[in-house]
T-cell receptor
Framework: ETGVTQTPRHLVMGMTNKKSLKCEQH?????MYWYKQSAKKPLELMFVYSLEERVENNSVPSRFSPECPNSSHLFLHLHTLQPEDSALYLCASSQRPAGDSTDTQYFGPGTRLTVL | DAKTTQPNSMESNEEEPVHLPCNHS???????IHWYRQLPSQGPEYVIHGLTSNVNNRMASLAIAEDRKSSTLILHRATLRDAAVYYCILLPSGYSTLTFGKGTMLLVSP
């Protein structure tokens, strides 16, 4: 247990569906991250929130929409996804506001998403 | 961005030490060297980080070359649970976003 939980752990959705991924951290951290891990590709950063404000958006398509309502929760809203969006979506948090290169990130177990 | 180079895979026997190398010849003076690992079906897990001096913690040791162009993650006694993909990542000063490469897949045999 890392103190970062993600729900659901598995999700299957059609291309016309709308769904949301949830991440919660119980560590009192100030920064939260969304990463995507596709088969045969390295982990890639999607979004960064620091002190509840989005500070980085890594050229992610608009069909992915993040939301950070408070410092403990992070959502990724999904709509009209493509089959190539099937991947493991990982959430992470770090104690200090984003930008501290000595800080460490704690990852959740991920949500395995399949788009049909 | 400074890049890292790691072997695709390494093998070890249980109870033996493991030395995982990482080359980063274009590292800048303020880049931190971080190591994470990802066990099968899990999210990545922090292992250790350092700047110039060697570092030890309960999980591993990090040996950094004097010129900082390479580093080695040392697992003192490998266990089956250490089988994972190990990532060596450089973090520039003022930057906390992790950029993952392909890493090294460590296989541990009983």
């Amino acid at each position: 247990e890392t103190g970062v939980t993600q729900t659901p752990r598995h999700l299957v959705m059609g291309m016309t569906n709308k769904k949301s991924l949830k991440c919660e951290q119980h560590l009192g951290h100030n920064a939260m991250y969304w990463y995507k891990q596709s088969a045969k590709k390295p982990l890639e950063l999607m979004f960064v929130y620091s002190l509840e404000e989005r500070v980085e958006n890594n050229s992610v398509p608009s069909r992915f929409s993040p939301e950070c309502p408070n410092s403990s929760h992070l959502f990724l809203h999904l709509h009209t996804l493509q089959p190539e969006d099937s991947a493991l979506y990982l959430c992470a948090s770090s104690q200090r506001p984003a930008g501290d290169s000595t800080d460490t990130q704690y990852f959740g177990p991920g949500t395995r998403l399949t788009v049909l | 961005d400074a890049k890292t180079t790691q072997p695709n895979s390494m093998e070890s026997n249980e109870e033996e030490p493991v030395h995982l190398p990482c080359n980063h010849s274009t590292i800048s003076g303020t880049d931190y060297i971080h190591w994470y690992r990802q066990l099968p079906s899990q999210g990545p897990e922090y292992v250790i980080h350092g700047l110039t001096s060697n570092v030890n913690n309960r999980m591993a040791s990090l040996a950094i070359a004097e010129d900082r162009k390479s580093s080695t993650l040392i697992l003192h006694r490998a266990t089956l649970r250490d089988a994972a993909v190990y990532y060596c990542i450089l973090l520039p000063s003022g930057y906390s976003t992790l950029t993952f490469g392909k890493g090294t897949m460590l296989l541990v045999s009983p």
